[in-house]
């Protein structure tokens, strides 16, 4: 069964600095996995998606997260951080079936100026 | 632009009512989702739909109904409502499925209080 385990609930980092959300999944098959944002009252939006293409996934907003599969790990860095990247982070893992998709617990970014 | 719309942003009923949120896109997607987030729980899947009329349950459908009549709406019906329903809902859709790298589109969100 697919799982997703997000280090730390809560980040705080300074503007300029760099930007480090862990993720790391277990999957029975080559899984996809993605990055979804939630920026305050708002819902999710797609961030960026591992789709086997190519290791080193670019996403919106400066956001990159690179695919590991000896480490089972999906981790989402930024190199500087705005102070507009405050938010909420989902690490996710599709669970195979009609688009379902498992989502984890979630990362609070906090940037200080 | 793609659009997810939930009927109200914030809710407060009663234990024991009948409770119905809304959800309508308009992107003409299949596949659609109703999720509720929790702190330090992330989003835990309720129920969804592939088709007007079908329903699987997800990981949590306890106390929960859904109704797909027509495709671009998806509605989530709590039939007596709970102090523990007291949460943010957060609908979703995404196109039919060709193999998990569907993107799903979310709404803004619901948060019903239930007092």
């Known amino acids: 069964a697919q799982s997703v385990t997000q280090l730390g609930s809560h980040v705080s980092v300074s503007e300029g600095a760099l930007v480090l959300l862990r993720c790391n999944y277990s999957?029975?098959?080559?899984?996809?996995l993605f990055w979804y944002v939630q920026y305050p009252n708002q819902g999710l939006q797609l961030l960026l998606k591992?789709?086997?293409?190519?290791?080193l996934v670019k996403g919106i907003n400066g956001f990159e997260a690179e695919f590991k599969k000896s480490e089972t790990s999906f981790h989402l860095t930024k190199p500087s951080a705005h102070m507009s990247d405050a938010a909420e982070y989902f690490c996710a893992v599709s669970r195979g079936s009609q688009g379902n998709l498992i989502f984890g617990k979630g990362t609070k970014l906090s940037v200080k100026p | 632009d793609v659009k997810v719309t939930q009927s109200s942003r914030y809710l407060v009923k009663r234990t024991g009512e009948k409770v119905f949120l809304e959800c309508v896109q308009d992107m003409d997607h299949e596949n659609m989702f109703w999720y509720r987030q929790d702190p330090g729980l992330g989003l835990r899947l309720i129920y969804f739909s592939y088709d007007v009329k079908m329903k699987e349950k997800g990981d949590i459908p306890e106390g929960y109904s859904v109704s797909r009549e027509k495709k671009e709406r998806f509605s989530l019906i709590l039939e007596s409502a709970s102090t523990n329903q007291t949460s943010m809902y957060l609908c979703?859709?995404?196109?039919?499925?060709?193999?998990?790298?569907?993107?799903?589109?979310f709404g803004p969100g619901t948060r019903l209080l239930v007092l």
């Open positions: 979703a859709s995404s196109t039919t499925w060709t193999g998990g790298l569907e993107t799903q589109y």
């Open positions: 591992y789709t086997s293409a190519a290791t």
């Open positions: 999957s029975s098959v080559p899984p996809y």
